[in-house]
């Protein structure tokens, strides 16, 4: 059974603060992972990609990933409240998964001024 | 076109009506995908298309829905007698290949009102 663990939140996190948004998977031969952030009543909008351990850097955005642990995760640095908005952790599980990408369900983070 | 367009953005129907909802994806996107997302929930896949390959449509919940793809491009995704419980925004998305490590694209989405 593939899945894709992630905390529903709410995660409340001051402006300016280091918003950590954390997931976990449960296929070892998973090759990418990505980050979708979803504003409410909006559809799903890709905001990182990562393919090898180690951290990735894209302006205030930097996605984390540790194989070893099937452990991705997401720092926003500086949050802003527009940064308000559900993320969702997707993996692509190869080796047999039907739909490509399996999602977790998303956080929901809250950035209060 | 230079995203994936979806039609219509809203629709109203009552129970046990049939609906069609149309997706149009990214030009070259090979994969195209349905998924559901009823409020407050996460994504549930629906079918996949991959090219001129047979579509996987272990996701569709019932008999009473079904996709085409015609010509690789435009996917319509038919619910036959509607009800309530199919009431959900429905988010088609298209990549470049199934597997490709690019992930998705995203529609803005049909949202589905049964009544």
């Known amino acids: 059974q593939k899945e894709v663990e992630q905390n529903s939140g709410p995660l409340s996190v001051p402006e300016g603060a280091i918003a950590s948004l954390n997931c976990t998977y449960s296929d070892r031969v998973s090759q990418s992972f990505f980050w979708y952030r979803q504003y409410s009543g909006k559809s799903p909008e890709l905001i990182m990609s990562?393919?090898s351990n180690g951290d990735k850097e894209d302006g205030r955005f930097t996605a984390q990933l540790n194989k070893a642990s099937q452990y991705v995760s997401l720092l926003i640095r500086d949050s802003q409240p527009s940064d308000s908005a559900t993320y969702l952790c997707a993996v692509n599980m190869w080796g047999g998964g039907a739909d490509g990408l399996t999602f977790g369900k998303g956080t929901h983070l809250i950035i209060q001024p | 076109g230079a995203g994936v367009s979806q039609s219509p953005s809203n629709k109203v129907t009552e129970k046990g009506k049939d609906v069609e909802l149309r997706c149009d994806p990214i030009?070259?996107?090979?994969?195209l995908y349905w998924y559901r997302q009823s409020l407050g929930q996460g994504l549930e896949f629906l079918i996949y298309?991959?090219?001129?390959?047979?579509?996987?449509k272990s996701g569709l919940p019932s008999d009473r829905f079904s996709a085409e793809r015609t010509g690789g491009s435009v996917s319509t995704l038919t619910i036959q007698r509607t009800q309530q419980e199919d009431s959900a925004v429905y988010l088609c998305?298209?990549?470049?290949?199934?597997?490709?490590?690019?992930?998705?694209?995203f529609g803005s989405g049909t949202r589905l009102t049964v009544v």
């Open positions: 998305a298209s990549s470049l290949a199934r597997r490709d490590g690019y992930g998705y694209t």
């Open positions: 298309f991959q090219g001129n390959s047979a579509p996987d």
């Open positions: 030009s070259g996107h090979t994969a």
């Open positions: 990562i393919y």
